[in-house]
T-cell receptor, first 108, second 112 residues
C-alpha cells in the first residue's frame, strides 16, 4: 500500500530554521521528492533523495532514511517568500505518491 | 518557448456536460501525468501515460478518459461532469516515472 504523512501546517519566524518531516510507506520505493507550491501555482521541484543521508542545496537540505521510512526538508535563513506548501512525494513503481502537503507560514 | 502548458486555465461547466482539458509539452518527455488537487487530499493521480498510445489508471480514474495519440499531447476528458469533479487539475511530464516531474500551471474547473 501507499501512505505518506506530513504535518498539515507549520509557522516559523523569518531568519529561523524549520524542519518539515515526512514519513512514508510505499511499495516499490525508489526515492523521495520534495516540491514547493506557492498558493495558486504549480508545484516546483526542490530535491530528490535516493540514498540515505543529507543532500544540501543552498538554504534547503533534504534528508532520507530508507530503513525508517523517513525524510525531512530543512529550510535555513527563512525568508517571507518561503511561505508556501511543501509536498513530500515517494516514488513507486511507475509514479509518484504525494502527501497532502505542509503549509508553512513565515512571520516577521 | 519550451515547457508544459495547459488549457483552458479556468473553466466553468454544468453537471452532465463533457469537458476536455488540454496538456502540451515540448520536452519530448515519455511520461505524462494528470493529477487533481483538492483540499485535504493533496495531489492524486488520475491517469498517466508512458508513451504515445500507452495509458494507465492512477488512484482516481473514475469519470475520466485520456488519450495520447502524440507524444506531446495528453488530453483529459470528463465524459459527464459531476460536482465532485470541481478541482484544480495539473498535468505533469517527466522522462521517467522516477525522475523529476514538471508541472503545468493548472486548470481550475468548477462544475455547477
Amino acid at each position: 500500500g501507499q501512505n505518506i504523512d506530513q504535518p498539515t501546517e507549520m509557522t516559523a519566524t523569518e531568519g529561523a530554521i524549520v524542519q518539515i518531516n515526512c514519513t512514508y510507506q510505499t511499495s516499490g520505493f525508489n526515492g523521495l521528492f520534495w516540491y514547493q507550491q506557492h498558493a495558486g501555482e504549480a508545484p516546483t521541484f526542490l530535491s530528490y533523495n535516493v540514498l540515505d543521508g543529507l543532500e544540501e542545496k543552498g538554504r534547503f537540505s533534504s534528508f532520507l532514511s530508507r530503513s525508517k521510512g523517513y525524510s525531512y526538508l530543512l529550510l535555513k535563513e527563512l525568508q517571507m517568500k518561503d511561505s508556501a506548501s511543501y509536498l513530500c512525494a515517494s516514488t513507486g513503481a511507475n509514479n509518484l505518491f504525494f502527501g497532502t502537503g505542509t503549509r508553512l507560514t513565515v512571520i516577521p | 518557448d519550451a515547457g508544459i502548458t495547459q488549457s483552458p486555465r479556468y473553466k466553468i461547466t454544468e453537471t452532465g456536460r463533457q469537458v476536455t482539458l488540454m496538456c502540451h509539452q515540448t520536452w519530448s518527455h515519455s511520461y505524462m501525468f494528470w493529477y487533481r488537487q483538492d483540499l485535504g487530499h493533496g495531489l492524486r493521480l488520475i491517469y498517466y501515460s508512458a508513451a504515445a498510445d500507452i495509458t494507465d489508471k492512477g488512484e482516481v480514474p473514475d469519470g475520466y478518459v485520456v488519450s495520447r495519440s502524440k507524444t506531446e499531447n495528453f488530453p483529459l476528458t470528463l465524459e459527464s461532469a459531476t460536482r465532485s469533479q470541481t478541482s484544480v487539475y495539473f498535468c505533469a511530464s517527466s522522462g521517467h516515472p522516477r525522475e523529476t516531474q514538471y508541472f503545468g500551471p493548472g486548470t481550475r474547473l468548477l462544475v455547477l
